[in-house]
């Protein structure tokens, strides 16, 4: 019983360390998951509160899974344990049965799992806190019980702290497709389907069936062509098809005309400022950082656009109040939001490859990031 308690134990505060850690890195992802739930299950007054709740919720994650692992303060963190399982479990067996929302958003962008296994490995954890709360009183704890609140509080304050870095800044891990290194243009290509064809044809005579590979057939006898006709095929598949990462991203113009290959796929650099929303966008950082950044880009002959969620109406009003001189363009701001986390954000590209990400506050002079990446 004490080595299934210790595992039980490390397990338990290992996924709780890294479940929270993944979501503390990337607060706005978390937001926008909480953001989903509030949304299918009609609380879309809820919506300001998605972000002090993902911040406390990947700083209680963290928290839990430390005490646990180490026995600090058991009576309270295998108490917060088990209430967290006895909430989520539940849920995400709703979540599992009536689908509200592709993923449960449990590992952040880090680990993409399906609901059914999210709510079977809800069930595991569950058992495993349940186990830990009648067994917590045999825990003794690693850590002396006169500083153990001081190391609490210390676990807390380093997950608050990064959950807020991350948020005025980016994550410090980038576990989404557009991050940097990352070949965009191959991101958005599918895999296709692979089968082997097998050709049916049935004798005119006897009517025996007889099967040939789609490669490898006698159709070049005639004596054969006469007697044998063709019936049906089979597929056997030896290669599921893989959707792409990025799938159904496009960039548009007021016409409808499509310019993502005109700017993803350009063989020269490419700087792209996404503000998926024109209305909660930082207006200083245009007239500061990015009108100055695309007038020093454009002497060097390196493009700069715009892609915003907004409709058409609010672009032309918010680029003749700032008299932007860039081209502005329509994309899905879902899809934007997965670009980077900032509005706006500054992303640098060549070739379909990512080169480099800053958030809006951190947006450099372009001296800077010529002298970084382009010599």
């Not at 993409?112 to 709360?133: D, G, H, M």
């Not at 045999?138 to 807020?164: F, M, T």
């Not at 789609?214 to 054969?224: K, L, M, R, S, V």
Request: proline residues 5%; hydrophobic residues 45%; aromatic residues 16%.
């Amino acid at each position: 019983m004490k080595i299934l308690l210790w595992i039980s134990r490390v397990i338990f505060g290992l996924v709780f360390i890294f479940s929270g850690f993944v979501k503390a890195i990337d607060p706005l992802g978390s937001t926008y998951k909480f953001q989903d739930y509030f949304l299918s299950f009609g609380l879309e007054w809820m919506f300001p509160f998605a972000l002090p709740l993902a911040i406390i919720m990947s700083t209680l994650e963290i928290l839990i899974g430390v005490n646990i692992l180490l026995g600090i303060k058991m009576r309270l963190s295998a108490l917060g344990g088990l209430l967290f399982m006895l909430f989520f479990t539940p849920l995400t067996l709703y979540v599992a049965i009536f689908d509200p929302v592709p993923d449960c958003g449990c590992f952040g962008d880090a680990l993409i799992i399906s609901n059914w296994e999210t709510f079977y490995k809800n069930i595991v954890f569950l058992a495993a806190a349940i186990f830990i709360f009648i067994k917590r009183k045999e825990i003794k704890p690693l850590w002396s019980e006169r500083n153990d609140w001081y190391l609490s509080g210390v676990v807390a304050l380093i997950g608050i702290i990064i959950s807020v870095y991350c948020l005025r800044n980016l994550p410090i891990i980038d576990f989404r497709p557009w991050k940097i290194g990352n070949n965009v243009l191959e991101l958005m290509t599918p895999e296709p389907e692979e089968a082997d064809i097998f050709l049916i044809f049935q004798n005119q005579q006897t009517g025996e069936l007889a099967e040939y590979p789609a490669t490898d057939y006698p159709w070049d006898d005639e004596e054969w062509s006469q007697l044998w006709k063709f019936k049906d095929q089979r597929r056997v598949v030896t290669k599921a098809y893989v959707p792409a990462p990025i799938d159904d991203f496009h960039i548009q113009d007021e016409y409808g005309d499509d310019y993502t290959d005109s700017y993803i796929a350009n063989p020269d650099y490419q700087f792209i400022i996404v503000a998926y929303d024109l209305l909660a966008t930082s207006k200083k950082d245009f007239e500061k950082r990015i009108t100055p950044l695309a007038v020093a880009a454009e002497e060097y002959g390196i493009s700069l656009v715009v892609l915003s969620g907004s409709t058409f109406d609010l672009i032309d009003a918010f680029r003749h109040e700032l008299q932007t001189p860039y081209n502005f363009y329509q994309a899905d701001g879902v899809k934007l939001k997965t670009i980077i986390r900032s509005n706006p954000g500054l992303v640098l590209m060549k070739d379909g490859v990512v080169l480099g990400k800053w958030a809006h506050r951190n947006i450099p002079d372009f001296e800077t990031i010529r002298k970084k990446y382009m010599e």
